[in-house]
């Protein structure tokens, strides 16, 4: 079990506001849309609050925390 | 003496009191007590003005009508009244608006729009450099020169045609588009869009957004003559009226809180959040508009398919249940969900192109100017129609 943040494309509009303000969590692709980096490491503290601040910033609340079986 | 039948219920008339009309001199010079007040007592008043439409101001209706775009329509249009011709991707939903969109996001992506910061900033420093600091209107002396160059620019049209442009963009944004003015500058607008684009499809392709639609295919087939025109159309509108109004509130702003310039200048990271805060602040398309395409029972309303709905983008932006004093722009705003972008499909596309365009033109102000101030606050003025465009707002200042 692995904790990993998550964009959803279908939510997803491209405002940019998560790699604008958490550039270490997340980058754009080439039209603009958010794309969550690799490697991002959720049990690190300062990490984890910075997803959170991104969950909360995304303007069309794409952006979530999510377990998965890795 | 009251007689029997009367009616004594406490509700007074709400819709009657408010009636909203946005082109009226209250809604564009000062419409946030009013908005505050049809926040908290009619979320969702009915207005007779233009034919009758409903009018919604709360942050989070907002939000839900934005994203809600099978029940509120932009395929028949975005204003109340209607613009005399169809705006494209502007005026159709998903699934076709997604392909546009697919056309349109990649050339104004942070990437492509970080290309142009050399030629942005000098283009910023030389109408700084041309100002007269003893007295000029900061919007229309610097902000609207620097800003609807760089959306020509962009766009892909000669600098010379900026006062055309403008000029018919003006007419078509703040009137009711029924009158002969709005008429021609409609006609004459749209002749131009079109000879251009004809003119343009028999040259030399160019780095902007006029050649990417001479060559444009939507799912496999060319762009008509007509939907590349429309395309044109929306990009000039947006490229015009909207960035210049957050540009000019931002130095107005700076200009009366010299403390936030201090803090910006000592720490310029605050621009991540200030800049999204000054869109924020002034929403420059204040208003949105959309058609029902089914009954919803919406906020105790019960609205009907076909009518309209503007949509109080600036109202939500102001609203005190989503961000606390929000009538103050705080540079450090976090978190700063806000709709000035708009939410949903029809976000703003040229987003990105817009925060650079304000930065850049704080940056390059603050860096020639020692002090600024506004000489005349009775002399700020708004135009409004759905935008609420700053266009005049004077100052002083020394340069460093």
């Given amino acids: ?70 | 003496l009251l007689v029997w039948g009367d009616d004594v219920s406490a509700e007074p008339a709400l819709d009657e009191l408010f009636n909203y009309d946005h082109r009226s001199s209250k809604a564009i010079v000062s419409p946030f007590d009013l908005w505050k007040q049809m926040r908290r007592e009619c979320p969702v008043s009915h207005s007779d003005a233009y034919g009758g439409f409903w009018f919604t101001t709360r942050y989070d209706d907002v939000k839900s009508v934005l994203a809600d775009w099978q029940n509120f329509s932009s395929a028949q249009g975005a204003t109340i009244p209607n613009m005399p011709f169809r705006f494209l991707p502007q005026h159709m939903d998903p699934p076709l608006h997604r392909s546009y969109r697919a056309l349109l996001n990649p050339p104004l992506s942070p990437r492509e729009v970080r290309r142009f910061e050399g030629w942005m900033r000098e283009l910023a420093r030389k109408y700084v450099r041309e100002l007269d600091v003893d007295g000029f209107d900061v919007c229309q002396d610097y902000v609207y020169q620097y800003a609807q160059r760089v959306a020509l620019r962009v766009i892909g049209f000669d600098a010379g045609d900026i006062e055309r442009l403008y000029h018919w963009t003006e007419v078509l944004a703040i009137s009711d588009r029924q009158d002969e003015s709005s008429l021609r500058a409609s006609a004459e607008l749209g002749q131009f869009l079109s000879d251009i684009l004809v003119q343009r499809a028999a040259e030399e392709r160019r780095d902007d957004l006029i050649s990417l639609l001479v060559d444009a295919e939507i799912d496999g087939a060319p762009l008509t003559a007509e939907q590349a025109q429309s395309v044109l159309a929306l990009l000039t509108f947006g490229g015009l009226h909207t960035t210049s109004t957050a540009l000019a509130t931002a130095l107005v702003w700076l200009a009366d809180h010299p403390e936030d310039r201090a803090r910006l200048e000592r720490d310029p990271s605050l621009y991540d959040t200030a800049i999204d805060e000054f869109v924020r602040f002034s929403s420059p398309v204040a208003h949105i508009a959309r058609t029902m395409t089914a009954d919803v029972e919406f906020e105790g309303r019960e609205l009907k398919e076909g009518d309209k709905v503007l949509i109080g983008i600036l109202s939500a932006d102001r609203d005190e249940t989503e961000f606390a004093d929000p009538d103050i722009a705080q540079l450090d705003r976090s978190p700063n969900r806000h709709v000035g972008f708009g939410v949903g499909p029809h976000r703003c596309v040229g987003a990105h192109l817009a925060r650079q365009t304000i930065q850049i033109g704080i940056e390059e102000f603050l860096q020639a100017m020692a002090k600024f101030s506004i000489t005349d606050h009775h002399a700020i003025r708004f135009t409004g129609g759905e935008g609420r465009d700053l266009v005049n707002a004077p100052m002083k200042g020394t340069r460093r």
Avoid: N, W
């Avoid at chain 1, 904790?3 to 405002?15: N, S, T």
């Avoid at chain 1, 039209?31 to 995304?58: E, K």
């Fill in chain 1, 1 to 70: 079990m692995k904790q990993k943040v998550r964009i959803d494309p279908a939510l997803c509009e491209g405002h940019g506001r998560c790699y604008a303000l958490c550039p270490d969590l997340f980058t754009d692709d080439e039209s603009g849309y958010g794309v969550v980096r690799d490697g991002i490491d959720l049990s690190t503290p300062t990490v984890l609050a910075s997803a959170q601040s991104a969950i909360a910033i995304c303007p069309e609340s794409a952006i979530s925390i999510v377990t998965t079986d890795e």
